[in-house]
């Protein structure tokens, strides 16, 4: 096939063309759509042409001109003419650089699926022209060689037929013949995993226990005190329990000392506000209502515990009371108190979410991140910090220079109130305050209450780091003390003090002692509330025909997402400059659809974006959060692992975490090692979570609709380099179902398992082998977790030979979790050793040479393809 020999005669002959292509009315109405204007530039040889796509008749330019391009696209002539027929592989050209685009991302992805049915007019418009020599052969020889191909390729399909046939009646003949034993693929085991699936999921509305507080601030105040020495007593019983070995933990950390600030803030809330609170949190629990008996067996491990012995001390909750989660990350309560006062927010209610955290959480990212996003959208929130001088083992005035924490509300412009922590009455009246402006709609306000915690950041540590006379100092400070002095004076308790003091005593260990008998919980629920029940269909429903319309990867993803925006209320877009497309313009246009309180705008704060994502879902909404690129997931990744993956089993079932990450990843586009990264396998290994990675754009609007519609939190890889990427799309409503992988290609000879972004390349691979005699058969994986095994077991059966591709590094890859179940499942089968094809343990560099050597090329894949088959080209 010859090539342009100069510059005018690249003008010549796509000046023939575009007259010839413009001719069609229905070509030249859909570019004509796109308006704006394109420029191409070329090189070997040089030259240009800018095309005005704004007006009918289309006009275009050959050379300099004063029309100013919207989108610029620079490619080798020669490139561009591999276009023009249709044989170049757009994102693999993008990914190595043939072509390179300046301006609107979006424009170009629309402009795709209009230019297609240009590819035929090329090629006819060359003949006319009688510029045969640019066109793929097609002389007598290579006809009779194609003729006598296929030809040949028809006789191996018969005998191929007939082996197949004799194979079905005769296996164990055939399994002899080919010296392999018969391998039995049982698809029920190998596809076994965590994830309920049922007919129908049940709606969950909360059902939330009434806490009846009197009106009269006298009989308030008492029961404030009552509260105060049941939170007291409950914590001492599990101190005396923890010397004595009757705790199954290292690790338990108590409030004693601090019980004015749990029950003043809870006191001022209504039993449907949300709270947050932290590893020392059995207090707040308490005082929001939480049942004495599930708690302590909780803490001592029994199946009758609120979570079912799943969380523990640290973890310990209650959804009925509005708790959303007891946390043992420091800093993440504020992240998602903030997500459900958002939720609270979006659903037209007026609840008030509550943080509890420590005065060291006000030195984390997390913190600072909650804050600024409950302030710049005025989310009814009340971050309070108990700050109990010690960041555990720190003294605040080593760890921070701001010694009035509330202070810091200033950077966020909120009110910050700094009330003494050890006064129940005066926290009261603060969170009061600061509850009714959160309803009112005034936004978030930081409390600091000040108090101290007589006991050490966890029992049984010496607590060198902190003097007698400093702890004796504040005991004489008891907050208990102090409202049974206050509640004498005013003549309310009076000897009731002490019937309250004793009734909490004899219920503490009333309840310690049914705690104490109950069973722990079974091994048959240990696999149990892992993931959230799930409609079977969207892991088991038939997939319809692609049918004729073809669309660009990121065009589906914008139709998933408009689509489940307008078939659920309770889903929402949030992410760096989703309003206006992202990065990758894959959002252009849906704040026109769905407003600005569906599609969020927020903070550069990954931390915010994902975290409030969590507290969000626990409390009522859909969320889709867009993480800019994957290599940002490490700014986010504890929302992730230890709250979205985790919140559900240490509650024992209690939450739903239905929320999608989408970020797109993958090198070729010359960002280096921060922007490039193929992260797919790292969270892999995280129970707990779903990870989805499509490679058309039919899996990618099927996978991302049944990714939304989950009741688990799904992690959606987005191929960046596959956004240019064309094909068939169904119109009508489908999803792809989750857990199921995709035959892509039918072969016999091997099998080639793609991961994510490879497939591409992988069906180039096939394609060429073929020609090689090599008969290859593709597998799709489209869902990580869970892995369909049995697909890949399958066609390994079949083949006796294995290749894995993925764009990520070779060592921990996700290919190595496929051989190994494929060795477990189906050594027998194999003829020869597996082999793994993926990025080169590297970072991803800048210069486009060394990146298109680090990626898995087809030229790669064949060459392993061909070591396992022994076959030489």
Known sequence: MGRFRDTEHLYRVLDFFFRRLLAEED??????????????????????????????????????????????????????????????????????????????????????????????????????????????????????????QSMLADLVDRVRTLATDWRQLAPAAWQRARRRPAVEVDRARLNAHLVPLVAEVEATAPAYRPQELPADAGKLRVDMLARMYLIRTFEERLSQAYADGEVPTEAIHLSIGQEATAVGVCFALRADDYVATTHRGHGHMLAKGADLDGMMAEILGKATGLCGGKGGSMHVTEAAVGAIGANGIVGASPLLATGAAHSARMRGTDQVAVAFFGDGATNQGMFHEAANFAAVFDLPVVFVVENNQYGEFTALDRHTRVPVLAKRAAAYGMPGVTVDGNDCWAVYQATRDAVARARAGQGPTLLECVTYRWHGHMEGEAVSYRTAEEIAAWKDKCPIVALRARLASE????????????????????AFARAQADPAPGPEVLATDVFSPDPAYLYRGAEPDPGQREITFSAALWEALAEELARDPGVYLLGEDVATGGYFAVTAGLIDRFGSGRIIDTPISEYAIVGTAVGAAMSGRRPVAEILFSDFLTTCMDPIVNNAAKLRYMSGGQYRVPLVVRTPGGAGLGMAAQHSQSLEAWLTGIPGLIVVAPATPYDAKGLLKAAIRSNNPVLFFENKVLYAATGPVPETDYVVPLGVASVKRRGRDLTLVSVGGAL??????????????????????RTLVPLDTATIVESVVKTGRLVTVEDGSLMHGFGGEIIARVAEAAWPALVAPPIRVAALDVPIPYASNLENAVLPDSARIIAAARRLTRRSA
Not at 48 to 70: A, K, N, S, Y
């Open 760 to 781: 591409g390349r992988v069906m180039e691979a096939a394609a060429e082998l073929a020609g090689a005699g090599i008969d290859a058969e593709v597998v799709d994986l």
């Open 27 to 148: 070509i030249a109405r859909a570019l004509h759509a796109a308006s704006f204007v394109l420029r191409f530039r070329y090189t070997d040889p040089a030259g240009q042409v800018t095309i005005d796509l704004r007006e009918l008749p289309i006009r275009w330019v050959f050379g300099d001109t004063e029309l100013m391009p919207d989108l610029d696209m620079i490619q080798s002539a020669d490139t561009a003419h591999q276009f023009w027929l249709g044989r170049l592989n757009v994102p693999a050209a993008i990914a190595t650089r043939k072509v390179v685009s300046r301006g609107s991302i979006a424009r170009a992805l629309a402009l795709l699926p209009a230019i297609k049915p240009a590819f035929p007019i090329y090629a006819a418009a060359l003949a006319e022209l009688g510029e045969r020599d640019l066109l793929p052969p097609a002389d007598p020889g290579a006809a009779g060689a194609a003729r006598w």
């Open 491 to 510: 003549g309310v308790a009076g000897t009731q003090a002490d019937e309250l003091d004793q009734r909490a005593r004899d219920r503490v260990a009333a």
